[in-house]
């Protein structure tokens, strides 16, 4: 499997916020997205699976189910964690297991594998803003995608969950999926390549 | 279970519990109909005559509280990003999204509706009537609010906009729910055509609501 972006441009709110950027990651790989403050991490992470138009330029993915869209083989961790206060943990997860068409669900081993398993009775309201990063995450675990794309996957994660979550990447890669995740520092694990945004501009 | 399967249950677990929206749309239309006898006085004729009207009205704007909160409340968490790169289609997503807002609010009205009618001096045929029109004509109103609801999304403060787009829209739906349960109560005009016509609305809504409302939410998630 080959993600690959040729020439990509981005314009938002009629400002172009990045353009030429050329990337190609394969089954296994790790690429790290870098860039100051609005130099379009976040936009490109959403360009990949659709939720922002891409204005120029070409994104291609080989070797994956040619039926399916590049969003419905892709799983994103953004800013907002998706997770409604009033449903409890578990309930959380088995929304988005059930919705991503799993039939049935196995929710105990990814909330163990992320460390939320005394929890899942609690409402989500009562979880801290790690907690609710770390239940987001358990959605990739549960429901097995091959693309990991990852916005500032460790911010507000301490010390345990980060390692955590390096195991977790680690096994997704060997497993043969590929992960993009954008970041200001490192995120536990060496990544194969990196892409910096914005320094033609700056 | 199936991605929509999980999507009803989920939205209506929202909708009944603490802060969710069905308990909200059932006390405003008990308020407001038990409010209106004491407004009007116990003129039991004049009651009977505009008891329909008041009950579709009270109903019609009690389905509206709660839908802009019903795209508004995913797209701020970032759930509609997700549901978006879901498989299930957008248009499928937003009809299943609209019954579960129905089952969740209109059908407690249509249950509730003949407790209230007594207050406004309904008797027992009318009270079916009444209910009958209610039962076919909410989820007209369900699906033509969904349009308004996806058009309000981005808008943090998106009820009155919804208000404006959507209660023209239903205007048809109100003119023919009342004029049937009218026509059943005091005659003389025929029950059936202006019952048929409601019907007819309601169809439409179910077809037109959810594909207006994926296209609309398509734009504005941009």
Same mark, same amino acid.
């Given at each position: 499997?080959?993600?690959?972006?040729?020439?990509?441009?981005?314009?938002?709110?009629?400002?172009?916020?990045?353009?030429?950027?050329?990337?190609?990651?394969?089954?296994?790989?790790?690429?790290?997205?870098?860039?100051?403050?609005?130099?379009?991490?976040?936009?490109?992470?959403?360009?990949?699976?659709?939720?922002?138009?891409?204005?120029?330029?070409?994104?291609?993915?080989?070797?994956?189910?040619?039926?399916?869209?590049?969003?419905?083989?892709?799983?994103?961790?953004?800013?907002?964690?998706?997770?409604?206060?009033?449903?409890?943990?578990?309930?959380?997860?088995?929304?988005?297991?059930?919705?991503?068409?799993?039939?049935?669900?196995?929710?105990?081993?990814? #909330?163990? /594998?992320?460390?939320?398993?005394? @929890? =899942?009775? +609690?409402?989500? *309201?009562? !979880?801290?803003? $790690?907690?609710?990063?770390?239940?987001?995450?358990?959605?990739?675990?549960?429901?097995?995608?091959?693309?990991?794309?990852?916005?500032?996957?460790?911010?507000? #994660?301490? /010390?345990?969950?980060?390692?955590? @979550? =390096?195991? +977790?990447?680690? *096994?997704? !890669?060997?497993? $043969?999926?590929?992960?993009?995740?954008?970041?200001?520092?490192?995120?536990?694990?060496?990544?194969?390549?990196?892409?910096?945004?914005?320094?033609?501009?700056? | 279970?199936?991605?929509?399967?999980?999507?009803?249950?989920?939205?209506?677990?929202?909708?009944?519990?603490?802060?969710?929206?069905?308990?909200?749309?059932?006390?405003?239309?008990?308020?407001?109909?038990?409010?209106?006898?004491?407004?009007?006085?116990?003129?039991?004729?004049?009651?009977?005559?505009?008891?329909?009207?008041?009950?579709?009205?009270?109903?019609?704007?009690?389905?509206?509280?709660?839908?802009?909160?019903?795209?508004?409340?995913?797209?701020?968490?970032?759930?509609?990003?997700?549901?978006?790169?879901?498989?299930?289609?957008?248009?499928?997503?937003?009809?299943?999204?609209?019954?579960?807002?129905?089952?969740?609010?209109?059908?407690?009205?249509?249950?509730?509706?003949?407790?209230?009618?007594?207050?406004?001096?309904?008797?027992?045929?009318?009270?079916?009537?009444?209910?009958?029109?209610?039962?076919?004509?909410?989820?007209?109103?369900?699906?033509?609010?969904?349009?308004?609801?996806?058009?309000?999304?981005?808008?943090?403060?998106?009820?009155?906009?919804?208000?404006?787009?959507?209660?023209?829209?239903?205007?048809?739906?109100?003119?023919?729910?009342?004029?049937?349960?009218?026509?059943?109560?005091?005659?003389?005009?025929?029950?059936?055509?202006?019952?048929?016509?409601?019907?007819?609305?309601?169809?439409?809504?179910?077809?037109?609501?959810?594909?207006?409302?994926?296209?609309?939410?398509?734009?504005?998630?941009?």
């Amino acid at each position: 499997m080959r993600l690959t972006a040729v020439e990509l441009a981005c314009h938002r709110g009629g400002r172009g916020v990045f353009s030429g950027v050329s990337f190609a990651v394969a089954s296994g790989e790790l690429l790290t997205v870098s860039g100051r403050n609005g130099a379009g991490k976040s936009s490109l992470l959403r360009m990949i699976v659709g939720l922002v138009r891409i204005a120029a330029g070409t994104l291609t993915l080989e070797g994956g189910d040619s039926e399916l869209s590049i969003a419905e083989q892709a799983h994103y961790l953004g800013h907002q964690d998706a997770l409604k206060g009033s449903l409890s943990v578990a309930e959380n997860l088995r929304f988005w297991a059930g919705f991503y068409g799993l039939s049935s669900t196995d929710i105990r081993n990814p #909330l163990e /594998a992320i460390g939320l398993g005394a @929890l =899942a009775a +609690l409402p989500a *309201a009562y !979880l801290s803003a $790690g907690q609710r990063r770390r239940l987001s995450i358990a959605r990739l675990v549960a429901v097995p995608r091959p693309i990991w794309l990852l916005d500032e996957p460790t911010s507000t #994660l301490d /010390a345990a969950a980060q390692e955590r @979550l =390096a195991d +977790l990447m680690r *096994a997704h !890669l060997a497993g $043969g999926g590929l992960i993009v995740a954008a970041s200001h520092g490192p995120i536990g694990l060496a990544s194969t390549q990196e892409l910096r945004l914005g320094e033609a501009e700056a | 279970m199936t991605p929509l399967a999980a999507l009803l249950v989920r939205d209506m677990r929202i909708a009944v519990r603490v802060g969710g929206g069905a308990l909200m749309g059932v006390l405003f239309f008990l308020v407001v109909v038990t409010l209106t006898p004491f407004a009007i006085g116990p003129d039991l004729l004049l009651l009977k005559r505009i008891g329909p009207a008041i009950l579709w009205l009270a109903a019609l704007l009690a389905s509206l509280l709660a839908l802009d909160r019903l795209f508004a409340g995913d797209h701020d968490d970032g759930s509609l990003d997700l549901i978006l790169m879901g498989r299930a289609p957008l248009e499928l997503v937003v009809a299943v999204k609209g019954i579960a807002h129905w089952l969740t609010t209109g059908l407690p009205l249509v249950i509730c509706a003949p407790l209230v009618g007594l207050l406004l001096n309904l008797d027992l045929p009318a009270e079916a009537a009444l209910m009958l029109t209610l039962l076919v004509g909410t989820p007209a109103l369900t699906f033509i609010g969904l349009i308004g609801a996806a058009i309000a999304v981005t808008l943090r403060r998106g009820g009155l906009l919804l208000a404006v787009i959507v209660l023209p829209l239903t205007v048809p739906a109100l003119i023919f729910g009342v004029a049937a349960a009218n026509a059943a109560i005091a005659g003389p005009a025929p029950f059936g055509t202006p019952f048929t016509i409601l019907c007819a609305l309601t169809l439409a809504s179910l077809v037109v609501g959810p594909f207006a409302a994926a296209a609309a939410l398509r734009q504005e998630i941009e």
